[in-house]
């Protein structure tokens, strides 16, 4: 590796840093107007035109607050929990193929930070280090609703990464590959993975909602029974890291399913537009950036249509609706490439 | 029994059927209903740039009349303290002095007139307990402030200053019209 694909990288590195922020920071601003529109509201529209310095006045807000740390708490775990949560929330970005290649004088430079050939299983990895931000977090703070909230997110996260992880088997038999960049470039013009694999997607969907603590699945956090869950006894930034994290995490969930099932930056007649190669890594990118946006807005919109569900739906759905779904998808995937291999 | 609207459903645990139980149909229909709130026309307005349309009839911050000629219309009878149901109204009456025939209709006026606003429920009836038609309620807002103290509005604010009279014709129903045609009162005019 030489010197300019090092700057490169590093360069490359901030921004996508500053990206993931600046979106997520956006989609709390988002969120709360959806929620609006859908309640017939107008939203916030007070800080800058239409609002839009909201984020920033929350994020002020939040510092400016006062930091309890609870005397029965475990400090150091205290402090670890939101450090891991948005420590692993911001790290899945890296396998994450933003564009295709640049080419800057006679230096073609790959617009994934790093093409592991495991990305999904280095996903799936961050995903669930991911839980212990909120495990330890409820259990530092010595308090029972924490602890509560903390031990439904455990649960919860290990029922649905086994059915995650089993629509994502299914995934990697017709793509044959675990490296993102691989995913991606085999969905070239218009074959998705969404049209191969509808179901695995669907129950790859459902379980990233759960993945990421989101309604309808929002029971670790839950405020009508545990107060907010891990984050009751959090305060000031602390707090802001957890709340954060979670958009974050819905950012970069929008971006996997958007890579995993929906070409990632791939668009259709692409090649027919005969663009030089650098203005169709931009326009992808583009067009990437648009399918991220659309899903997060698919976040919202069940968020502010659904009520949550109870804690035993919630297991059944997970145990006896998705996982024999994703199992039976495996099967179907793995018999239909048996005998198309065998002719 | 009757019920007493056609929206009401009776409540059941049947087993939910399958097209129930994989939540999906319903979970789709819920969304179609959300994203056409989504495009609806918003019900809230901006609310210091934009005002609704007050009622009529809207009983708001009160104002103590002056008569045609400008003087005072109270004649701190006391009657709108004993109407009072929340007990918000306190005045101290006072002699007027030869001289002060332009300031007072009335001998005797109120020195203090007080109406502490968080103590009032608007119900008007100090104005219907008004012999002199000198307090009404009006179509303005009573303003926030920080303190507790403030809420208690003297005659610097309740009197309505001469260069901006205020206008209650709204609240002059026709049981007030029945009130000043009647000769028993002709000296209220
Ligand atoms: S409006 Fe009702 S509560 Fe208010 S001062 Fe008059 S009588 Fe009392
Ligand atoms: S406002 Fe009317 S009722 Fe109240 S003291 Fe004055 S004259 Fe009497």
Redesign the pocket.
């Known amino acids: 590796m030489d010197y300019s694909t090092l700057i490169f990288k590093a360069i490359f590195l901030i921004i996508i840093l500053l990206v993931t922020l600046v979106v997520a920071m956006y989609s709390t601003y988002a969120e709360r107007k959806v929620a609006a529109f859908m309640q017939d509201r107008n939203g916030p529209n007070r800080a800058g035109p239409f609002g839009l310095l909201q984020p920033l006045a929350d994020g002020l807000k939040m510092f400016m607050k006062e930091e309890i740390i609870p005397l029965t708490a475990n400090k150091y775990l205290f402090i670890l929990g939101p450090s891991i949560a948005m420590t692993t929330a911001l790290l899945t970005g890296v396998v994450i193929p933003w564009g295709d290649t640049l080419t800057i004088g006679d230096h073609v430079y790959s617009l994934q930070m790093a093409d592991l050939n495991i990305g999904i299983l280095y996903v799936f990895a961050m995903v669930s280090i991911g839980v212990y931000g909120i495990m330890i977090g409820g259990w530092a703070s010595n308090n029972k609703y924490a602890l509560l909230g903390a031990i439904r997110a455990a649960s919860q996260m290990i029922s649905y990464e086994l059915a995650m992880g089993m629509s994502i088997i299914a995934l990697v038999l017709t793509t044959g590959s675990l490296s993102l960049h691989d995913i991606v470039s085999q969905q070239h013009g218009m074959h998705w993975n969404i049209f191969y694999q509808p179901l695995g997607f669907f129950i790859f969907l459902t379980c990233a909602f759960a993945e990421t603590n989101r309604a309808p699945f929002d029971l670790p956090e839950c405020e009508t029974e545990l107060i907010g869950g891990y984050h009751t006894e959090y305060s000031s930034m602390k707090l802001g890291f957890y709340l954060f994290a979670e958009y974050v995490n819905m950012f970069i969930s929008s971006a996997v399913i958007a890579t995993l099932y929906f070409g990632g930056y791939n668009m259709p007649f692409i090649d027919q537009l005969g663009l030089s190669s650098n203005a169709v890594t931009f326009i992808g990118m583009g067009f990437f950036f648009i399918k991220i946006f659309a899903f997060i807005f698919l976040f919202m919109w069940i968020r502010w249509t659904l009520p949550r569900f109870r804690y035993d739906q919630l297991m059944n759905m997970g145990w006896k609706g998705l996982i024999p779904l994703a199992i039976f998808n495996i099967l179907a995937t793995g018999t239909y490439y048996f005998f198309t291999s065998l002719k | 029994m009757e019920k007493l609207t056609n929206r009401s459903v009776v409540a059941s645990d049947k087993k939910m059927t399958f097209m129930e139980r994989i939540y999906v149909p319903a979970i789709l229909k819920g969304m179609s209903i959300t994203i056409t709130h989504f495009f609806k026309k918003k019900t809230t307005i901006n609310y210091p740039e934009e005002k609704r349309e007050f009622s009529k009839v809207y009983r708001g911050q009160h104002v ?1 009349k002056r008569d045609d000629e400008g003087r005072e219309r ?8 004993v109407a009072c149901p929340a007990e918000a109204i306190t ?1 101290v009456a006072a002699e007027r002095k030869p001289g002060e025939e332009h300031l007072y209709r009335e001998e005797k006026y ?1 020195a203090i007139y007080e109406i502490n606003m968080l103590r009032c429920i608007f119900c008007g009836d ?1 104005e219907d ?4 038609e ?2 009404f309620l009006t179509d303005r807002i009573v303003a926030s402030e920080y303190k507790r103290k403030p809420f208690v509005y003297g005659k610097d604010i309740l009197v309505e200053p001469m260069d901006l009279r205020v206008d209650i014709s709204a609240r002059q129903t026709s049981a007030v019209h029945d009130f000043k045609k009647n000769k028993a009162f002709a000296h209220n005019r």
Do not use: R, V, W
């Open positions: 103590l109270c004649t701190a009878c006391g009657l709108c303290a005045m109120a100090c307990a008004c012999p002199k000198a307090i």
